[in-house]
């Protein structure tokens, strides 16, 4: 009897370990899963592989269409990664994520690494110019009102602050676009001569029924659940997205109105940083984290190119002619080289 117990037992604990086995494979599985591959995929070479970490808003762009693009031209193996700007920022501070390219919404989270001690990146380049807009859903039950705001019969912010209607936006403490919703709104209570509209339509500044995560908001708004978000008009085009325009005085997109847009500002609770209203220009640099350098600047030559500058411009982006910030010394000869 005591034989066929140890018997039975060992053929549990096998079993078990089987088990087991099963379960931090499927474990695994699902966390590699979270960083997306552009599809053609083929090699299994980790030295061609170019790992990218973008902000939010570019994850439909980036997954769909500049991932794959850029691996068709090149032959490297794009690996991405889409969060808000500033959670990236952090996570690359943190050593939580070694990412061979970061691309940024407005350069203040690529400046962070920068005057970090040692600095974890040494220079940014700017290449594409932002607008903010207000996405709505079509399924919103205030669909009829959002469309007259979008053609200018009634004010937009009048409709957004009629009760009932869910907005949504992303945390300022981890996303530009976050910060950048808060400084339009401040914009349009002195644009329109109106102290109440930014209190209207989004209450505090870190209102926890209208924060989502950047990577996922518009799929909330497409899925129903919330009537209209802030968004970048490029993130609406490239999601086929209905939006409200708004004027050049407070979407945040004409260097021509900077002396305005320096009226307000949104300091960050994490460091009292101090954030003025400005153009928003996205930015793009090599972090001291790279692996795959030479992979990491055909990416980046890849992205100002004109091949790269026109995808851009066709899912919403304004061109802009490409510029450098910090270290120019530091920037690879080639990229050098496209933008002089």
Not at 69 to 89: D, I, L
Not at 214 to 237: F, N, P, R, S
Not at 241 to 249: F, G, N, T, V
């Amino acid at each position: 009897m005591m034989i066929n117990d140890i018997a039975n037992f060992k053929k549990n604990k096998n079993a078990l370990f089987l088990l087991l086995f099963v379960i931090i494979g499927i474990f695994s599985v699902y966390t590699i899963g979270e960083f997306s591959i552009a599809k053609g995929t083929t090699t299994n070479d980790n030295q061609g592989k170019v790992f990218v970490m973008y902000a939010g808003s570019l994850v439909k762009i980036f997954e769909d269409v500049i991932g794959t693009a850029f691996q068709n031209e090149t032959g490297y193996t794009y690996v991405g990664e889409g969060k808000g700007s500033v959670q990236v920022a952090n996570l690359i501070r943190d050593g939580f994520r070694t990412p061979d390219v970061f691309v940024s919404a407005g350069t203040i989270p690529i400046m962070r690494l920068m005057n970090n001690t040692p600095p974890l990146a040494e220079w940014l380049l700017e290449f594409g110019s932002a607008e903010m807009v207000i996405s709505y859903s079509t399924n919103s039950p205030y669909y009829n009102d959002l469309e007259k705001a979008r053609k200018g019969e009634i004010p937009w912010y009048d409709v957004l602050s009629k009760e009932g209607l869910k907005f949504g936006r992303t945390d300022p403490e981890l996303d530009p676009k976050g910060y950048y919703a808060i400084i339009t709104a401040k914009l349009a209570n002195i644009y329109y001569n109106d102290s109440s509209i930014k209190e209207r339509i989004l209450g505090e500044d870190r209102n926890t029924k209208q924060i989502f995560p950047e990577e996922i908001l518009k799929t909330i708004l497409e899925a129903g659940q919330l009537d209209a978000v802030v968004a970048y008009k490029h993130e609406a085009v490239s999601r086929g997205l209905s939006y409200i325009a708004l004027p050049k005085e407070i979407n945040l997109s004409d260097p021509a109105f900077s002396y305005f847009y320096k009226r307000t500002n949104y300091t960050l609770e994490s460091d009292q940083k101090i954030i003025y209203g400005e153009p928003i220009y996205f930015s793009i640099t090599i972090p001291q984290t790279v692996k795959n350098l030479d992979g990491a600047i055909s990416f980046v030559n890849f992205i100002i190119s004109k091949n790269g500058s026109q995808i851009l411009e066709n899912q919403g982006f304004n061109s802009i002619n490409t510029t450098s910030e910090g270290n120019t010394d530091k920037i690879p000869l080639s990229i050098k080289e496209m933008i002089s």
